[in-house]
């Protein structure tokens, strides 16, 4: 593969090829976010899921926090323009460097991704799909199969599906998967919504919560069906949770 990713690392660096032609005259559809922090021995499957989504036309916007491995380098390593990939100087966690993304992301869409992870092929196609036929929905996520590592299926995650069963399940745990969100992007500039960095390890549990009482018109949902696969690994945020 080409590494057309070569700009020299710093701090906000752009490390990106040239823009497609389309992203000239218009806006992508979808931003995908996704910060990456030491993440190596799964990155290159993560961005490879988004990049052979069956929906295209989107932004890939990845930021490096600080990784001390070779996470860069297998992102550089992938030769595809909607790539846009940005570097942390200093380590700013998954809520800042999400933040920082979010001021960046264009996309009617917002959809967030994780490093370990895997979105399925139609993931994005299926979730746009819901949030236009769904025009009340701010956010939306789904089921997802949890995996250890060698790729074994442990379980597959239901989550409830309507806003109000949402909001009741907030009282005793998060009932949306993080890695699998999408965001209504003129929602999330209007009212400059972002992450708080005062709650490590919970950001998006803390952003939920957020919705419900700050915007009463903004409705969150879950689609029905499975769109991605949620790695379990020792090094993984919610194993240190644990």
């Known amino acids: 593969m080409k590494t057309p990713h070569a700009a020299e690392r710093r701090p906000d660096a752009l490390q990106g090829g040239r823009i497609p032609a389309c992203s000239l005259r218009r806006r992508p559809l979808v931003s995908i976010v996704m910060p990456a922090c030491n993440a190596a021995a799964f990155v290159g499957e993560a961005v490879s899921s988004m990049l052979h989504q069956t929906l295209a036309d989107f932004e890939f916007l990845i930021v490096d926090d600080a990784s001390t491995d070779d996470t860069i380098d297998v992102i550089r390593g992938f030769d595809d323009a909607r790539i846009r990939l940005y570097c942390n100087a200093t ?45 009340d929905i701010w956010a939306s996520g789904g089921p997802h199969t949890v995996f250890a590592d060698g790729n074994k299926p442990v379980f597959v995650r239901d989550t409830p599906g309507t806003h109000d069963e949402i909001k009741a399940a907030l009282v005793c745990f998060n009932p949306m998967a993080h890695p699998f969100m999408i965001y209504r992007g003129d929602i999330w500039r209007k009212h400059a919504i972002r992450y708080s960095t005062d709650f490590s390890f919970a950001e998006d549990y803390e952003l939920w919560v957020r919705l419900t009482h700050k915007y009463p018109e903004g409705r969150m949902a879950n689609l029905p069906d499975n769109i991605g696969k949620y790695r379990r690994h020792t090094s993984s945020v919610s194993a240190q949770q644990a």
Request: no cysteine; hydrophobic share 40%.
């Open 91 to 135: 380590r700013q966690g998954v809520a800042g460097s999400l933040n920082s993304l979010l001021d960046k992301a264009q996309g009617d869409f917002i959809a967030r991704m994780d490093a370990d992870d895997i979105s399925l092929p139609h993931r994005l196609e299926a979730q746009v799909a819901f949030m236009r036929e769904n025009e």
